[in-house]
């Protein structure tokens, strides 16, 4: 899965997760400090913790392959069941193969999970059968606390200020009397 | 009459004490040594919980839609402040090391001005204000310790003895005056008293009204300058932490300040006088004002080294000792409580087999030989300067 | 009656530094220290991590495995005898107030999320397999609880007289009284 917007982008507190504008979610090695809130933040259970290294690896799109090859899961998928390609061209592909089997499409098309997957399963039963979760277009609210619960500081830091305040006000009628 | 205004509660508390306030690692150590938590049992003397509820006090004026305080709240923590020996033995285990006594004579102050004193503290304030003793007594018989004996009054000499209210007026202390008046001509000293000595302040300071102390001081003060002394010389700790404090502000560096425990130390020290060694079991215990709050801790004792053969400690000695029970005006608090304070400390003094009490605090005198009477105790309490003078050679 | 501790001598008027309220703290309990310490070690680092994790990025990861996941093991260990003690001892229930009980069940939330995150990071996951794979089906909301609680006690906690306060002042008083120990040196 490459979400369009990835809730486990918004999870990861170094900002080791990016999104491509060709596609690709990826995770930075360097930055990711195996924190695993990606990990509990995504709702297709995509990324994987790894606890031999410490950190946190996921499925990168082949990106040291694509502009020449396709990425090694559909090359080496022997009943060609993978198929990469532009995204308006594998809608259509999609679409049609839909048409086809009159079964569901689960991804890009009908519902966008996370504003789309870039992923797209084209199924012949409904897609709870095969166990995939039905997601919202916009992050759960579970992620959105952990982003920004951080901005509880403010309210903090004001109630710390209004003290100071009426401590001065005390601390000058005391130099006044 | 003062009008108990809580939200005004505490308002003298400064940068400080309110800080500290939040601060207090709410370790519980100083409530395990009050000697009047021990024997009150009441939550409200015990220093550490004293400090909670103040905190709460103060925190309910500092917060912005706080409201006030209650007013029963109020009331229980000023009666608590002053069921307190002032000993600072909560001090002494605070792992802040922070000045709790202080903090007591600040909270102290804030009540009276709140007219929540207690009734006795405020007649002994009448009465220093009407003849400059604790007593009131006639401000005329301050030197009548004195008869008898060739006391030089007023005159310029290096050493001024400053005597103090207790050992001036009451009975049973006026040998000890008369004992120091002797061991300090015996050592050839050029010394005298003042002319017109008043209380030094420190019952006022103890019970929180501050204001009207000033008076004492400035009197107190000019006198000392008049007879150019050099040196003064004190009977009564509470005096002398109080001329430490206070005064030294107005006489500045120009003045030594010594106890007589010091200062009888530094006469043996240069051979000024000498002592017979006695067989007595002699034990001594440390006021609160001298031993932890002054530090005068090894004077007593290099003394009592030269005039006894058999010495003890007394547990909890030194810089970690118990309270006799009348410090900080207790005993006009809560006079009964703070005599079983006392007759612990005569017991611990039976427990170690001294036939003698001794201590250099006219204030711990009166309470330890009062506890002794009431608990019929064989321990005979004396004052420090009774018994050096007794075996002066 | 309780047998004396040796204490040491003090100065008076006491002298406030960092040194003294550190042997005080010690000498009063070692427990209690060792709570403080690793308590502000594992706040800090957490807040590090959350708030300058942008900037700092991978160079946290050694922050996160040693000085809040093994210092966070310690302070779980500790914890635990601090609370024993403290239940156990009449005095400090006397002293506490009812905002650091609150701050304690703050902890003890904290505590258990944060097993739940580290319960599949490398030594536990060996040590321990079976403690992952029977919180996992609860883990959704675990860092979420994790993180925005550790702020909602910030906020709580500086707004009644609560753990936090108690932190800044003695923070302020250490700086302030040293600062103010120069001035009368200088004087």
Known sequence: MHCHDPECKEACPVNAIKKFEEGPVLIDVNRCIGCKFCVDACPFDVPKFNPATGKVDKCHMCFDRVPNKEPACVQTCPTGALLFGERQTMIQKAMERKAQLNGYIYGDVDNKPLGGTSFIYVLKEKPSVYGLPNVGSTISPATSVLRHSKWLLIPAALGGLMYLASWRQRRIKEKEE | ?393 | MTEDKEVPTKKYPPEFTITNITKGMVRTSRVDFLFHLLMAILLITGLVIDLLGPWLGGSLLVIRSVAHGYVGVLFIIVFIVYILRIASSKKMKMVLTQTNTVDFAFYIILIVTGVMVAAANAPWIDILPGLAAAISPIGAYTQAIHVSLTYIWVLISLLTPSGLLHGFACTYLIVHFRRNKNKSEKR
């Open chain 2, 1 to 393: 009459m003062k009008t108990m205004d809580p939200k005004k509660f505490l308002e003298n508390f400064g940068r400080p004490e309110t800080l500290w306030m939040y601060a207090c690692a709410r370790c519980g150590e100083c409530v395990d040594v009050c000697p009047v938590f021990k024997e009150t049992d009441d939550k409200y003397t015990a220093p550490g919980y004293k400090i909670k509820k103040m905190r709460a006090l103060i925190h309910k004026q500092l917060m912005p839609f706080g409201g006030g305080a209650d007013k029963e709240t109020v009331e229980k923590v000023a009666k608590g402040l002053y069921e307190c020996t002032l000993c600072g033995r909560c001090w002494s285990v605070c792992p802040y090391n922070y000045d709790l006594v202080d903090l007591w004579e600040k909270a102290r102050e804030s009540a009276f001005d709140n007219g929540l004193a207690v009734d006795a503290h405020l007649q002994m304030i009448d009465a220093l204000k009407a003849e400059n003793n604790i007593f009131k007594m006639a401000h005329d018989r301050r030197r009548k310790w004195a008869t008898g004996l060739d006391v030089p009054v007023g005159e310029k000499a290096d050493v001024v003895f400053f005597v103090g209210c207790l050992m001036s007026y009451r009975g049973q202390l006026k040998p000890s005056a008369k004992a120091m008046a002797t061991i300090m001509s015996a050592a050839g000293e050029k010394w005298t008293l003042l002319e017109n000595e008043v209380c030094c302040g420190v019952p006022m300071k103890f019970s929180g009204g501050v204001e009207s102390m000033k008076e004492l001081i400035e009197a107190n003060v000019s006198e000392i300058e008049s007879t150019g002394a050099k040196k003064i010389v004190f009977s009564c700790p509470g005096c002398y932490r109080m001329f430490k404090q206070e005064y030294s502000k107005l006489l500045g560096d120009r003045v030594q300040l010594v106890h007589s425990t010091e200062l009888i130390d530094s006469y043996l020290k240069a051979g000024k006088i000498k002592l017979r060694k006695s067989d007595q079991t002699i034990t001594y215990h440390d006021p609160c004002e001298l031993s932890r709050l002054t530090g005068v801790i090894e004077e007593p004792r290099n003394v009592f080294a030269k005039a006894t053969n058999s010495y003890v400690e007394l547990p909890g000695n030194k810089f970690n000792v118990e309270c006799c029970g009348g410090g900080g005006l207790y005993k006009a608090a809560d006079l009964d409580r703070s005599l079983a304070i006392a007759q612990k400390r005569i017991g611990q003094a039976e427990n170690r087999g001294a036939a003698t009490l001794t201590t250099a605090c006219p204030s711990c005198y009166m309470t330890l030989s009062q506890a002794a009477r009431q608990k019929k105790s064989e321990v005979k309490v004396s004052d420090f300067a009774e018994v050096v003078a007794q075996l002066l050679e």
